[in-house]
Nanobody, 124 residues
Framework: QVQLVESGGGLVQAGGSLRLSCAAS????????WGWFRQTPGKEREFVAA????????YYADSVKGRFTISRDNAKNTVYLQMNNLQPEDTAVYFC?????????????????WGQGTQVTVAS
């Protein structure tokens, strides 16, 4: 099992920045990809970004390319999502996820472990 705990969410003005953290514990050696997703009420959970365990491969949703950066610190078992130039449409609950299979996943069903989520609210 892998446990994930997100932190770093909050309220920010449009154009501002936040950095989300995801602390992992447990069998983290079994994880090939880490991901961030987000969800707003009444909508499907949406892929935001993913990074391979080695950090050599990263993937982003088109809506966040150039504004968000995913990174990881394996020594700390922590994955980060740096979010710059935030816009009101980025408002959502952000979830950290971990995938045990080889290859990037971009849908909810492709990830095996999930955190509880952290709220990000961007005011206009």
């Amino acid at each position: 099992q892998v446990q994930l705990v997100e932190s770093g969410g909050g309220l920010v003005q449009a154009g501002g920045s936040l950095r989300l953290s995801c602390a992992a514990s447990g069998r983290t050696f079994s994880i090939f990809f880490w991901g961030w997703f987000r969800q707003t009420p009444g909508k499907e959970r949406e892929f935001v970004a993913a990074i391979s365990y080695s950090g050599g491969s990263t993937y982003y949703a088109d809506s966040v390319k150039g504004r968000f950066t995913i990174s990881r610190d394996n020594a700390k078992n922590t994955v980060y999502l740096q979010m710059n130039n935030l816009q009101p449409e980025d408002t959502a609950v952000y979830f950290c996820a971990a995938r045990r299979s080889i290859g990037v996943g971009v849908t909810r069903s492709e990830y095996d472990y999930w955190g509880q989520g952290t709220q990000v609210t961007v005011a206009s």
